[in-house]
């Protein structure tokens, strides 16, 4: 199938549709449903297949692409996803984002989102902080993937060690998950700010013992840093 169009029109759409199915991996689609833990009907396509796929039609008029909002399988969601992180305009970028978020239901459609945030930063740390405080679990998990990229920015450290306290009475599961990763990524940048948030930090128990395990799990944290970090394991 052609993949770069300068309209993509609802006949297409149904084409492209059709065209995926071309890829289905039977035997991996209950494994990778599992993996998923989704309610959304998947093809076990591989990772890079998407990812090729995604390339020919940014090469096009990829927003017409968008515009159909196809989300027949996850595949179709990455898809959708991939596009969306590689908006450049923000307000744009936004606006599909914003439509993505109420069609998913697991943790790989948050983190495939990678954003470029450099002369964005404010904008973006306007929409973690919003998405962070939304109903919607995955949203959150967005949200917090999003502070992952501002890590680095002395302006935006502090508040995200707020961020990461405020969800004390979280329970979900795939969303303290991103925030112990949060914290892991954190202490790997910002090692020396990180160890004084340590000592007075108010992250629920799995969140901080999980935060730990994943930087004792880490090849960018010393030995001596491990076994530093086991006193602030909560029993």
């Known amino acids: ?23 289905k991996n039977i035997e991996k689609i209950e494994w990778s449903k599992g993996i998923l833990n989704t309610e959304m009907l998947v093809l076990a396509l591989k990772t890079q297949t998407i990812k090729d796929i995604t390339k020919d039609i940014r090469k096009g008029n990829y927003f017409s692409f968008l515009d159909l909002e196809l989300n027949d399988y996850y595949e179709n969601s990455a898809i959708n996803g991939y596009l969306i992180a590689q908006i450049e305009n923000f307000k744009t970028m936004e606006k599909y984002l914003n439509r993505y978020i109420l069609t998913i239901d697991n943790w790989a459609s948050c983190d495939l989102l990678s954003f470029d945030v450099k002369n964005r930063e404010k904008e973006f740390y306007a929409l973690a902080l919003r998405y962070v405080k939304d109903d919607k679990p995955f949203v959150k998990r967005i949200g917090l993937n999003i502070l992952f990229k501002l890590i680095s920015y002395d302006e935006y450290i502090d508040h995200i060690f707020s961020i990461m306290n405020s969800f004390y009475e979280e329970t979900h599961y795939y969303v303290n998950m991103m925030n112990a990763w949060l914290f892991c990524e954190c202490f790997i940048k910002r090692r020396e700010e990180t160890i004084t948030f340590l000592k007075h930090h108010k992250l629920n128990k799995f969140t901080i013992n999980k935060g730990i395990s994943k930087c004792r799990d880490s090849y960018r944290v010393s030995k001596e840093d491990k076994e530093m970090l086991i006193q602030y394991r909560v029993k």
């Open 1 to 23: 199938m052609e993949l770069i169009k300068d309209k993509w029109t609802k006949k297409d759409g149904v084409e492209f549709t059709k065209y995926l199915e071309t890829f």
